[in-house]
């Protein structure tokens, strides 16, 4: 056996070498509100080694065997806490039951997104999230309305999320080194995290306004069949990326309310 795992494209890997940004990362938990924390994606183990020194309780979730089989032998004190999962398709139920967990990791660039989004369907029990994204999806993620990076992801995650872009890590400290930039952004859920409104149909109004996102929200929603009345409040003669998630979350009653 091999005392190095080889990085596999298919898989996104890009192993993080630099001790210091892994302690960073590490130290980005703020440990409040959970005892568990679950690291996707962990390779070698370079940020798992600094969650273990934490006062909580580590689990990993791998779905490459080559990294789990250097885990097992690397890490006793995981032996059972390590899920050989792929992360979108594992009930996290199974493991945590109905306690709350954060989520951390140096994360896969081409499922990070995902990773988000599934963070949002459980944030009833996902208290915290941090972790190292490609630069400009990170960013994209903590941008304020009025930002031309501001979109769907930016709405979802802040309506639940207060977002947080935290370092940039340069491509050196990844083997193989990756082609851009990575970015270490945090998530901490807000206090309130229910909306006022009907979440799905505001999930699908943002969604919907997006998809078109140079047009104003008049064009943008015209599938939403809204009165001539509605049409005209001024919320309407904005483009998408000028409404802040509290517009949208007042303009998600409003066209509930038109519906009655």
Do not use: W
């Not at 909306?195 to 929200?217: H, I, S």
Request: proline fraction near 5%; glycine fraction near 4%.
């Amino acid at each position: 056996m091999s005392d190095k795992v080889r990085a596999k494209k298919h898989l996104g890997q890009h192993f993080l070498k630099d001790e210091n940004v892994a302690q960073r990362i590490a130290d980005t938990l703020t440990l409040n509100g959970y005892k568990n924390v679950l690291e996707i994606g962990p390779g070698m183990g370079v940020l798992t080694k600094y969650l273990l020194k934490k006062p909580i309780a580590t689990y990993v979730c791998e779905i490459d065997t080559e990294s789990v089989v250097y885990l097992q032998a690397h890490y006793l004190q995981l032996s059972e806490r390590i899920l050989e999962e792929d992360f979108l398709k594992y009930d996290l139920k199974k493991t945590f039951h109905d306690e709350s967990f954060a989520i951390i990791g140096n994360f896969p660039y081409n499922i990070s997104t995902q990773i988000v989004f599934k963070t949002l369907e459980m944030r009833d029990q996902i208290p915290e999230f941090s972790g190292m994204f490609q630069k400009e999806v990170a960013q994209r993620i903590c941008a304020p309305h009025g930002n031309k990076t501001y979109g769907i992801l930016s709405v979802l995650t802040q309506a639940f999320y207060d977002a947080e872009y935290l370092f940039t890590v340069p491509p050196d400290v990844f083997n193989p080194p990756p082609k851009v930039d990575s970015g270490v952004m945090r998530l901490i859920r807000k206090e309130n995290f229910t909306l006022p409104c009907n979440e799905k149909l505001f999930f699908r109004v943002v969604k919907t306004a997006f998809q078109q996102r140079r047009k104003t929200l008049r064009n943008s929603l015209k599938t939403f069949n809204l009165s001539n009345n509605l049409k005209e409040d001024a919320i309407f003669g904005l483009r998408p990326e000028q409404v802040s998630v509290q517009g949208f979350v007042d303009l998600t009653i409003k066209i509930a309310n038109d519906a009655i």
